[in-house]
């Protein structure tokens, strides 16, 4: 994959938040929020010949679905298209890629976890680090370590490739119900990532919405969901993604 | 420039899934079904939804059917203005099912249906 950034230069501090469909689409609502909230400004993209070509078009400007953001130190990659499961690497490459290239100093991944909850008090943040640096952080803000579990997909992808760049990661789990979009454990993720930026977030806003955000959203949860179990997707009876 | 996703008005493409009926005001559902050793277990999302607005029932296809008023009228962009009023899906009954035990309950907008198996097959007897 290529990317194309406009880049100043600034202290060695800079740190990535990173944010992708997924289980409940917690990265993308978390991701879309902060940059939303801290009014990040788009810096580049990135793009693959074999994305499928999707573009939206925001007050007349033409923008693409995997972007990256900027304030001050702070960078943000966001994707509002599903990663398939042969891209996760190509994908994870041109993250590593980006990190290089720009010193970033950690990486911090919004993710979900399948847990499913029935009262909203239940919803925790679990916390999984390739380098012993960042338990430190995820003391400091009270994130329990993600302690057992099967990790698949571009997650996985991204995990293996940063530990083995020695590039400190975070990935942030946080329970949801995995195969519907769920905005009410996004305001847990978008807390929990919040304080460890520390920065001052409202959520009440989105608590607001979290019903429509919910029928808005299905199309990009049916489209995850047959990315992360392709098999499911190849029955006959299924209409292909375009017709969704 | 940023794009707000939280801002319902601001999405410029209306959002149709397959089975959405404009005409008829239909939305249709995500749902999720999971198998565990003795039922099924079949979800609906039914996001601005009241208890006393869903409809569950078995139709002559064998199906579950889960028809449900929404609170309020939704509407899908600011540029179309479609605007929906229910929410309506089919799902096929697992062929091992005990129809007459299946039941249901609703939380935090979920429809859970609760579909438990009927044991099948010949026990075999664990000599001395």
């Known amino acids: ?244 | 420039m940023t794009r707000d996703w939280f801002n319902v008005d601001n999405f410029d493409i209306p959002i149709l899934q397959l089975g959405d009926d404009l005409e008829q005001k239909i939305l249709r559902p995500l749902s999720c079904i999971k198998e565990h050793e003795s039922k099924w277990v079949l979800e609906f999302d039914l996001p601005l939804v009241e208890k006393k607005d869903i409809n569950v029932y078995i139709n002559d296809d064998e199906m579950i059917v889960v028809e449900a008023k929404l609170r309020e009228v939704y509407h899908d962009s600011k540029f179309t203005r479609h605007q929906y009023e229910h929410f309506k899906k089919s799902v096929s009954i697992p062929k091992n099912a005990d129809v007459k035990k299946i039941s249901a309950r609703f939380t935090n907008g979920r429809l859970v249906i609760t579909i438990p198996k009927i044991f099948q097959g010949t026990k075999i007897k664990i000599e001395d």
């Not at chain 1, 070509?53 to 599903?82: C, M, Q, W």
């Not at chain 1, 929990?192 to 608590?207: F, M, P």
């Open chain 1, 1 to 244: 994959m290529g990317t194309k950034t406009v880049t100043k230069k600034s202290p060695d501090n800079k740190v990535l938040i990173l944010g992708f469909p997924g289980n409940g689409l917690i990265g993308t609502f978390a991701l879309s929020y902060i940059i939303q909230h801290l009014k990040m400004e788009i810096v580049g993209e990135i793009n693959h010949p074999d994305l499928p070509p999707t573009v939206f078009v925001e007050n007349g400007e033409v923008i693409g679905p995997i972007r990256i953001h900027k304030k001050d130190d702070l960078y943000a990659i966001i994707s509002e298209i599903p990663i398939y499961s042969e891209l996760s690497y190509d994908f994870t490459e041109a993250i590593l890629a980006f990190c290089i290239k720009n010193k970033i100093s950690k990486v911090i991944v919004p993710s979900g976890v399948d847990a499913q909850y029935t009262d909203k008090k239940d919803i925790k943040t679990y916390g999984l680090t390739t380098d012993p640096s960042l338990e430190k952080l995820m003391y400091e803000n009270d994130v329990p370590k993600f302690i057992t579990g099967t990790i698949i997909g571009t997650d996985a992808a991204i995990i293996t490739s940063f530990r083995n760049k020695r590039i400190p990661l975070l990935v942030l789990y946080t329970s949801c119900h995995p195969f519907f979009p769920d905005p009410q454990a996004s305001i847990h993720a978008v807390t929990t990532l919040a304080k460890i930026l520390k920065i001052q977030v409202d959520t009440s806003e989105i608590q607001k919405r979290v019903d429509y955000l919910r029928i808005q959203h299905r199309n990009l949860m049916q489209e995850t969901l047959d990315t992360l179990y392709p098999q499911e997707a190849q029955l006959p009876s299924k209409a292909p993604p375009i017709y969704r």
